[in-house]
């Protein structure tokens, strides 16, 4: 039997009503939770005060709620399909021989679609948010601004000491290390004085300076001089520059294969944001298996108290365990263990295939 129209609407509607009510309610208590511990972390730094630290909060939470998205799936699933079966309307739509995939297709379309719009819409937005949230934090909770920038004509490095400051330029950074050719250096007295110019054809980072080959010196109202070798002190390590990069989730989904190249470019490894970008691709997907696990233990929940209890936490936990596998293929993929692609679907297609196995067993039972 074919599922009307009329029918489609009300079962959407049902799922849209509890998915609303289940993300704003996680997204209420991750701003919670999260404004306490910014706070936290804010204490004894008289600069951040609460001001900021609720502006942080609010620009964090649209990134925050990303993650919030596949349980609010989850929840808001599972709270509709077990009212849906309570009131007996579940067994009058199967009894009218509609099956249960045929009444999951409009939740399945609604989810496939909220999670296009998370991916297309929502990431650019919260990337923004979230790369403002690190400004902030850099300047008020950890001390100091980003170190490093990426563009199509290299890496952009900056230093800083109690006598002034420098900016580094290279062409690429050689993968086996931290070396980089066709550097230039200008070196700055306070905050805005020029006082040196270096060009150098390769520079290695060692341990508190830079070993600069085949330079050419240059000084306001000096001629140029070569050196063969020269040093540059600095406080910079191999794990403050790492550091330094875009966090993945600050860069929008648009703009990631774009960024990755430049990355690759300048001689640095861009599996993290490969992985990331792939992660995002493989969502919508990855919601429609939540509405899968949903309806797969609402439907096969008995009345009595008992059972309920336990069908929904089964439910919860398989959500958690999802999440944990997702974690584990994640780091899996960013050590380069398995390729990066099937290690940012696996989680999605795996889960897709357990929701479908249950349903068809709760379907044949």
Same mark, same amino acid.
């Not at 005060?49 to 699933?77: C, W, Y």
């Not at 990337?127 to 403002?132: E, F, G």
């Not at 944001?273 to 970008?277: I, P």
């Given at each position: 039997?074919?599922?009307?129209?009329?029918?489609?609407?009300?079962?959407?509607r049902?799922?849209?009503? /509890?998915?609303?009510?289940?993300?704003?309610?996680?997204?209420?208590?991750?701003l !919670?939770l999260?404004?306490?511990?910014?706070?936290?972390r804010?204490?004894?730094?008289?600069? @951040?005060?609460?001001?900021?630290?609720?502006?942080?909060?609010?620009?964090?939470?649209?990134?925050?709620?990303?993650?919030?998205?596949?349980?609010?799936?989850?929840?808001?699933?599972?709270?509709?399909?077990?009212?849906?079966?309570?009131?007996?309307?579940?067994?009058?739509?199967?009894? @009218?021989?509609?099956?249960? !995939?045929?009444?999951l297709?409009?939740?399945?379309?609604?989810?496939?679609?909220?999670?296009?719009?998370?991916?297309?819409?929502?990431?650019?937005?919260a990337?923004?948010?979230?790369?403002?949230f690190?400004?902030?934090e850099?300047?008020?909770?950890?001390?100091?601004?980003?170190?490093?920038a990426?563009?199509?004509?290299?890496? /952009? !490095?900056?230093?800083?000491?109690?006598?002034?400051q420098?900016?580094?330029? @290279?062409?690429?950074?050689?993968?086996?290390?931290?070396?980089?050719?066709?550097?230039?250096?200008?070196?700055?007295?306070?905050?805005?004085?020029?006082?040196?110019?270096?060009?150098?054809?390769?520079?290695?980072?060692?341990?508190?300076?830079?070993?600069?080959?085949?330079?050419?010196?240059?000084?306001?109202?000096? $001629?140029?001089?070569?050196?063969?070798?020269?040093?540059?002190?600095?406080?910079?390590?191999?794990?403050?520059?790492?550091?330094s990069?875009?966090?993945?989730?600050?860069?929008?989904?648009?703009?990631?294969?774009?960024?990755? %190249?430049?990355?690759? %470019?300048?001689?640095?490894?861009?599996?993290r944001?490969?992985?990331?970008?792939h992660?995002?691709l493989?969502?919508?997907?990855?919601?429609?298996?939540?509405?899968?696990?949903?309806?797969?233990?609402?439907?096969?929940?008995?009345p009595?108290?008992?059972?309920?209890?336990?069908?929904?936490?089964?439910?919860?936990?398989?959500?958690?365990?999802?999440?944990?596998?997702?974690?584990?293929?994640?780091?899996?993929?960013?050590?380069?263990?398995? $390729?990066?692609?099937?290690?940012? /679907?696996?989680?999605?297609?795996?889960?897709?295939?357990?929701?479908?196995? !249950?349903?068809?067993?709760?379907?044949?039972?």
């Open positions: 039997m074919r599922l009307s129209t009329t029918l489609s609407r009300y079962i959407g049902q799922f849209l009503v /509890w998915f609303a009510i289940a993300f704003g309610g996680l997204v209420g208590l991750i !919670l999260d404004t306490v511990e910014l706070m936290r804010a204490s004894g730094k008289p600069d @951040a005060t609460l001001d900021i630290v609720m502006s942080m909060a609010l620009l964090k939470l649209p990134n925050m709620a990303q993650e919030a998205v596949p349980f609010a799936v989850l929840f808001g699933g599972m709270a509709a399909f077990w009212r849906l079966a309570r009131s007996s309307e579940i067994v009058v739509v199967r009894s @009218a021989g509609v099956s249960a !995939l045929q009444f297709l409009p939740v399945l379309l609604i989810a496939f679609t909220i999670g296009v719009f998370k991916v297309a819409v929502f990431n650019p937005f990337s923004v948010t979230l790369s403002r690190e400004q902030i850099g300047k008020y909770l950890r001390g100091r601004s980003s170190l490093l990426v563009s199509s004509s290299g890496i /952009w !490095l900056r230093q800083a000491d109690d006598f002034g420098a900016v580094v330029h @290279a062409r690429e950074v050689s993968p086996q290390g931290m070396e980089m050719r066709d550097v230039i250096i200008l070196m700055y007295e306070g905050e805005d004085r020029f006082v040196q110019r270096i060009d150098a054809a390769s520079a290695l980072l060692e341990d508190g300076y830079w070993l600069l080959r085949d330079c050419w010196i240059t000084s306001p109202e000096q $001629p140029a001089r070569y050196e063969p070798e020269y040093t540059v002190k600095t406080d910079l390590t191999v794990l403050k520059i790492q550091d990069f875009a966090t993945p989730a600050s860069i929008s989904f648009w703009d990631l294969p774009a960024f990755i %190249k430049t990355l690759e %470019k300048a001689g640095f490894s861009g599996l944001h490969r992985l990331y970008w992660s995002l493989s969502d919508p997907f990855l919601l429609c298996a939540m509405v899968l696990f949903s309806a797969g233990f609402a439907l096969r929940a008995a009595r108290r008992t059972a309920v209890v336990w069908t929904m936490g089964g439910g919860v936990l398989t959500g958690f365990l999802l999440y944990f596998l997702s974690d584990v293929v994640a780091a899996l993929g960013q050590s380069a263990t398995v $390729p990066v692609a099937l290690a940012a /679907w696996t989680p999605a297609v795996a889960a897709v295939l357990v929701g479908s196995a !249950l349903l068809i067993h709760v379907e044949e039972g």
